[in-house]
């Protein structure tokens, strides 16, 4: 079948585009036109998903092949070999809340690394067809967070019979973290696949900053570790305001009922998820009025 068939309408490199806060101001216009293209999302969706595993051996087992090996690493490494240079006590709780952190670090990570090549690795689609292409940034990021849900719900089964989480009312935020998780990996991707389009250096330079981000974000360290027993310092708010990831990594420990006290987690669970949806808000627009503004040059240049 042919999926776009009925909008074969050439691109006009001429066309006068609207702006940059043109298309800012109508980021909720997204979700209508991905709803309005659903059977060409759920085709790419299907095919990026089953892509992954087709001809191999393990098949869908790889979604945690990769978070379960970086895992058993930073493990060895954070968890016994600098166990009392970190002051990790409780094994079991570190380990939840380890794999927990990396699930969803790796999960936005990846996401947005394969939304970037949305528009690049998909020249034919974008010179020859009217093509919506604004939705090809989406479909990394929305499989991703299908995946980083299947590793939350690993990470709550191995916390609950540990001993260490104890799930509650906190389960039902969960859908509210997958949006703000998915909001984020969009806006992000769909600002660095039109990056990605004009400067091709974006994704090795992205490849290169996700490393320091990944230790700069809760991942291996907990926030009494670096902000002392009682938080609220002006590091702490810093890492609020420049990090989209920090208050994200910690709103899924407290969703799988780690106990905050210990893990020195000051701020609630509202105030790190509304944090979380406050960044992907802020990425989605400047990630959809960027990619609307210079979508018109796209097929001049891929």
Known sequence: MNLVSGIEQHFSAQATPRGFVHHALRVGSLPGRAWRHAVLFRH????????RFQGTVLGPAWVLVHPVFLFLVYFAVFG???????????LSLFAVYLFSGIVCFHGLTAGTTQAMNAIVGNSNLVKKVAFPCELLP??????ETLVLMI??????????????????????????????LLAIGTGLGLLLANL???VRDVRQLYGVLTTPWLFLSPNFWMPNQLFGPDGGSAMETACMAVNPAYCMLLAARQILGLDSSVLGIHTSLAVNLGVALAWGVGLMVVGYGTFMANKHKYADLV
């Open 196 to 198: 990605h389009v004009f």
């Open 151 to 180: 590793g939350l719900g690993v990470a709550l089964v191995a916390g609950w019979l540990s001993g260490v989480a104890t799930p509650g009312l906190s389960l039902l935020a969960l859908p509210v973290f997958a949006l703000a």
């Open 80 to 90: 016994f070999g600098l166990r009392d240079t970190m002051g990790h006590q409780d």
């Open 138 to 143: 989406i479909v990394s990021p929305a499989v």
């Open 44 to 51: 790419f969706f299907s095919r990026e998903l089953e892509g």
